[in-house]
């Protein structure tokens, strides 16, 4: 059994890292609702682990055409 725990958010600056591009984008994606942001207190927001997955996988999907 896998006892590795998977995240289910990340920090906007650790959701950059992992996509390779700036806060901004971040962010602009989030507006253009290919990211999901949730607000976990009155100053802290995360990106969801899935939103993060369905974006790489549309774009996975793109590149194929």
Same mark, same amino acid.
């Given at each position: 059994? #896998?006892?590795?725990?998977?995240? =289910?958010?990340?920090?906007?600056? $650790? *959701?950059?890292?992992?996509?390779?591009? %700036?806060?901004?984008?971040?962010?602009?994606?989030? #507006?253009?609702?290919?990211?999901? =942001?949730?607000?976990?207190?009155? $100053? *802290?927001?995360?990106?969801?682990?899935? %939103?993060?997955?369905?974006?790489?996988?549309?774009?996975?999907?793109?590149?194929?055409?």
């Amino acid at each position: 059994m #896998n006892t590795a725990q998977h995240q =289910l958010a990340y920090q906007i600056n $650790r *959701a950059a890292e992992k996509l390779d591009v %700036s806060r901004s984008t971040i962010y602009r994606l989030v #507006n253009d609702k290919h990211l999901t =942001l949730v607000k976990v207190g009155k $100053r *802290a927001s995360r990106i969801t682990a899935k %939103s993060i997955h369905d974006y790489l996988a549309s774009r996975a999907g793109d590149n194929a055409k």
